[in-house]
């Protein structure tokens, strides 16, 4: 199976219902697990690090979609409103939904930075929406600031998770990542991403070992 950062496969505009990004189809045939991906606060579903990392899991046989956050919908820049959140998980569950409609196997919800913690808060309300969560540089904490830590949904986490961090990240070293996923009572693995801040170098990393390698097999 092929497993670089290269992809010659097809990639589409997707729309369905409140659900607007980017499909990508893997190079084997279709009915393999399949991958949400969603964008920091800052960002939106064209991230540099979203679409290479889109490319390379299309390449290992997953159907991705990177798509919008509803705050995103609304407005083309500008961070979220704090109290868009449910809004915002809301938008990654229909996405969810609609990606259902095109595989049988397993769904993996993840994002980067504030996409990713929604993803996340979404599973502790709903351990059902997906089959595996991929967290891209979790925002722990604000920077400079780790007494406010964004955790307090970890106890109802019951989804296994990935967690993809830059050793180098201001929104939380990885020892406080480490002792964060203490509480999830759900199977945690952590990849490091030696060097890297809060952007995971844009996606130039050893995305086979850190990420491929350690996602649910495929059907």
């Known amino acids: 199976m092929k497993t670089s950062n290269s992809f010659s496969g097809e990639t589409k505009p997707f729309t369905e219902g409140s ?12 009915g393999s697990n399949a991958v949400v991906l969603t964008h920091g606060a800052g960002a939106n579903f064209e991230a540099p690090l979203l679409v290479v990392l889109a490319n390379a899991l299309a390449a290992d046989g997953y159907l991705v979609l990177r798509c919008n956050l509803a705050f995103r919908q609304r407005k083309r820049s500008g961070p979220p409103h704090p109290s868009g959140g449910p809004a915002d998980r809301q938008s990654l569950r229909e996405a969810v939904a609609a990606m259902r409609h095109l595989t049988q196997g397993k769904i993996i919800l993840g994002g980067h930075s504030y996409g990713g913690r929604q993803a996340s808060m979404l599973a502790s309300e709903d351990r059902t929406v997906a089959e595996y969560l991929l967290l891209l540089s979790y925002p722990l904490h604000p920077p400079a600031k780790p007494e406010a830590l964004r955790t307090a949904h970890f106890p109802k986490l019951k989804v296994p998770a990935l967690f993809v961090h830059g050793a180098k990240d201001g929104f939380g070293s990885i020892d406080e990542m480490r002792e964060a996923a203490k509480i999830i009572p759900a199977a945690v693995d952590l990849s490091i991403v030696e060097g890297a801040g809060h952007d995971l170098a844009r996606g130039r990393f050893n995305i086979q070992d850190l990420v491929l390698s350690k996602l649910p097999s495929r059907p």
């Open 19 to 30: 659900v607007h990004g980017c499909l990508h189809l893997p190079l084997n045939e279709c």
